[in-house]
Antibody, heavy 123, light 107 residues
Framework: QIQLVQSGAEVRKPGASVKVSCKAS????????ISWVRQAPGQGLEWMGW????????SIGQNLQGRVTMTRDTSTSTVHMELRSLRSDDTAVYYC????????????????WGQGARVTVSS | DIQMTQSPSSLSASVGDRVTITCRAS??????LNWYQQRPGKAPNLLIF???SLQSGVPSRFSGSGSETDFTLTISSLQPEDFATYYC?????????FGQGTKLEIK
């Protein structure tokens, strides 16, 4: 079955960096992109960006550009998301999700999700 | 960016009720609209994609409709496990924005 398994919880100080991983199994890794979505405590969902597992091309949300890097390792079917210059408002649960396309206008759906990785930024 | 606005933000209902949640896009998104359910402490779960297509494994009491800017999610007969938060999301453009969520609570 399709699974996305994420790395564990992290605690960082302001200004530091964190790298969260997402290991895919149960399907052909490079056929579907991966999006990252985060959720601050008690808040809604925020799309962070997307990576093509085929060629590594990324699309990052404008408010995170310059602080986020997404990479993939096809040998281990793993995607990584690194967030730098952490601030307290980066405290959130970070999810990876499989991007599956549909329709004629580039629609995508997130049909499988990782379990989430809690990142806490605190001095 | 395309803004997604859900209403209501919260809703109280009873088991067996029919409920409808609406989602409005700030501009036309064709049918590129998805609905997710999120239970506390869990990852979101895809219910509906392309505005009205039921994701495999999702009960048929969930349905979606709409196009362009106005969309609805309907649960025909609420079950105890349906009490959760629901999000719409557009995938017409990037960033792939979500609505603010609708929390469905037991009356």
């Amino acid at each position: 079955q399709i699974q996305l398994v994420q790395s564990g919880a992290e605690v960082r100080k302001p200004g530091a960096s964190v790298k969260v991983s997402c290991k895919a199994s149960g399907y052909t890794f490079n056929r579907y992109g991966i999006s990252w979505v985060r959720q601050a405590p008690g808040q809604g969902l925020e799309w962070m960006g997307w990576i093509s597992t085929y060629n590594g091309h990324t699309s990052i949300g404008q408010n995170l550009q310059g602080r986020v890097t997404m990479t993939r390792d096809t040998s281990t079917s793993t995607v990584h998301m690194e967030l730098r210059s952490l601030r307290s408002d980066d405290t959130a649960v970070y999810y990876c999700a499989r991007d599956v396309g549909y329709g004629d206008y580039g629609g995508v759906r997130f049909d499988s999700w990782g379990q989430g990785a809690r990142v806490t930024v605190s001095s | 960016d395309i803004q997604m606005t859900q209403s209501p933000s919260s809703l109280s209902a009873s088991v067996g009720d029919r409920v409808t949640i609406t989602c409005r896009a700030s501009r036309s998104i064709s049918n590129n609209l998805n609905w997710y359910q999120q239970r506390p402490g869990k990852a979101p779960n895809l219910l509906i994609f392309a505005a009205s297509s039921l994701q495999s494994g999702v009960p048929s009491r969930f349905s979606g409709s709409g196009s362009e800017t106005d969309f609805t999610l309907t649960i025909s007969s609420l079950q105890p496990e349906d009490f959760a938060t629901y999000y719409c999301q557009q995938s017409y453009g990037t960033p792939r924005t979500f609505g603010q969520g609708t929390k469905l609570e037991i009356k």
